[in-house]
């Protein structure tokens, strides 16, 4: 599952981030690293952008860089 395809109050932790380069680390600079817990705050309407919070500070993250992050929901 990705981090796109969650919804608002779900929690989850990251498994792995994928894609390459300097996309690759962008995201992991901001925060989304293997192993982290977050929580899914807002998704706007037409699902772009996701909020999470994580390592608590809030973070907004694209649809695009959100589906580059695979997650597994935690219960």
């Known amino acids: ?3 796109k395809e969650m919804n608002p109050g779900e929690s989850g ?3 792995k981030v ?3 380069g300097p996309v690759k680390r962008r995201i992991m ?3 989304l690293t293997k192993g982290i817990s977050f ?3 807002k998704v ?3 699902g772009d952008p996701v909020e999470i919070t994580v ?3 809030e973070l907004s993250i694209r649809k695009f860089d959100a589906e580059m992050v695979e997650v597994e ?3």
Do not use: N
Request: glycine share 12%; aromatic share 4%; no cysteine.
């Open 44 to 46: 706007a309407p037409l």
């Open 55 to 57: 390592r608590g500070y």
């Open 1 to 3: 599952m990705t981090l």
């Open 13 to 15: 932790k990251i498994v």
């Open 29 to 31: 600079d901001m925060g």
């Open 39 to 41: 929580v899914v705050r």
């Open 73 to 75: 929901v935690l219960k």
């Open 18 to 20: 994928h894609g390459e």
